[in-house]
C-alpha cells in the first residue's frame, strides 16, 4: 500500500506560478513512476505529467508541456509539479498518482494509488 497526500494548491491569477507537492508513504521502496492528472468539473480526469523511478524520463500532456515541470526526490518521497505561466484553463483539482514498476502511462486507471487532490484555481 502506497498512501499519498497533495498539498500546494490555491487561488492565483493568470500568468502566475503554484508548486504542488505529494508525499508518499508506505511501500515506497519499490520501483514506480508518479504522475499527475488533474479533473476540472464537468469533465473526464486527464494526464498531466508522469516521471519515472530515476528522475531521468519525464513525460506530458501537450497542454501543459513548457509550463509545467515534474520532480521526484525518493529520499524524501516526494515528488513536485512546478506549474508556470498558468492559465484560466488550468483550473481543476490535481491529483499526484503512483503506478507500481517502470512503465510510464498516461491513463488513470493504470495508476494504482491516489491522492485525494488538491484545488487550483487560476483568474482570469
Known amino acids: 500500500q502506497v498512501q499519498l497526500v497533495e498539498s500546494g494548491g490555491g487561488l492565483v491569477q493568470a500568468g502566475g506560478s503554484l508548486r504542488l507537492s505529494c508525499a508518499a508513504s508506505g511501500r515506497t521502496d519499490r520501483s514506480n513512476v508518479m504522475g499527475w492528472f488533474r479533473q476540472a468539473p464537468g469533465k473526464e480526469r486527464e494526464f498531466v505529467a508522469a516521471?519515472?523511478?530515476?528522475?531521468?524520463?519525464?513525460v506530458y500532456a501537450d497542454s501543459v508541456k513548457g509550463r509545467f515541470t515534474i520532480s521526484r526526490d525518493n529520499v524524501k518521497n516526494t515528488v513536485h509539479l512546478q506549474m508556470n505561466s498558468l492559465k484560466p484553463e488550468d483550473t481543476a483539482v490535481y491529483y499526484c498518482?503512483?503506478?507500481?514498476?517502470?512503465?510510464?502511462?498516461?491513463?488513470?486507471?493504470?495508476?494504482?494509488?491516489w491522492g485525494q487532490g488538491t484545488q487550483v484555481t487560476v483568474s482570469s
Open positions: 516521471i519515472s523511478w530515476s528522475g531521468g524520463s519525464t
Open positions: 498518482a503512483v503506478r507500481m514498476g517502470v512503465v510510464k502511462t498516461t491513463t488513470p486507471r493504470q495508476y494504482d494509488y
